[in-house]
């Protein structure tokens, strides 16, 4: 991330505690539970890459992740932290004859598309209804993201970089509460820069600590 993101997303943050800790102090009691509470998460998700940058590096414009990740929310206050791993067609995999260090075995291997992400978020989230089981809210937050060709489980074989990568995004999102301890997200990522990722449309599982 350049200096100039670290700088935006700081910004970003310190500028929603604010308004979370200005807004803790109207009479909202009715509407915002003020604790703590802390939740771990599963999620699936789908990618949309740009389509240009895609077929150039020889990948589906399309992937799904599948991740885990820890999400927290105090009164209108929420952030989330996540990681997980994206599955992508490659449409350009090259083959390379390798030797199984331990067997002496020696085969040839194609490639594959080895992707994974981190990111965090934070924003606002209002609920609904009293009970505070129906939530639309608004993050900002930055993804990383590292995308390469490679023989998977080769430690010096042959292997390119992908030229799609992380960026800054907006997040809107409905949460509905299951249960007292489980709830469901439906979340809208979208992407701020020209990184290669457009958008990204993920559902998380969360249960309460």
């Not at 998700?45 to 077929?55: L, S």
């Not at 981190?118 to 937050?141: C, T």
């Not at 469901?184 to 958008?199: C, I, K, P, Q, W």
Request: charged content about 20%.
């Amino acid at each position: 991330m350049t200096k100039y993101k670290w700088h935006w997303l700081a910004g970003v943050l310190a500028s929603v505690m604010a308004v979370n800790a200005s807004a803790e102090e109207m009479p909202m009691a009715e509407v915002s539970e003020n604790y703590y509470q802390g939740s771990w998460s599963l999620h699936g998700e789908i990618f949309n890459f740009d389509a240009d940058v895609a077929r150039v590096d020889g990948v589906s414009d399309s992937g799904f992740g599948l991740g885990a990740g820890y999400s927290g929310e105090y009164g209108l206050f929420n952030f989330n932290i996540g990681a997980g791993a994206i599955l992508v067609d490659d449409k350009a995999e090259f083959s390379q004859y390798v030797e199984n260090e331990w067997s002496g075995d020696r085969s040839t291997e194609d490639s594959s598309i080895v992707a994974w992400n981190l990111n965090v978020d934070a924003g606002v989230q209002y609920p609904l209804s009293e009970s505070r089981k129906f939530l639309v809210g608004l993050n900002l937050g930055y993804r990383h993201l590292d995308m390469s060709r490679q023989i998977a489980g080769c430690s010096n074989c042959y292997s390119e970089d992908i030229a799609i990568s992380g960026d800054t995004y907006l997040k809107p999102f409905v949460k509905l509460a299951f249960t007292d301890r489980v709830s469901g997200t439906l979340s809208m990522y979208r992407y701020g820069g020209d990184e290669g990722v457009d958008n990204s449309v993920q559902f998380q599982v969360n249960w309460n600590r």
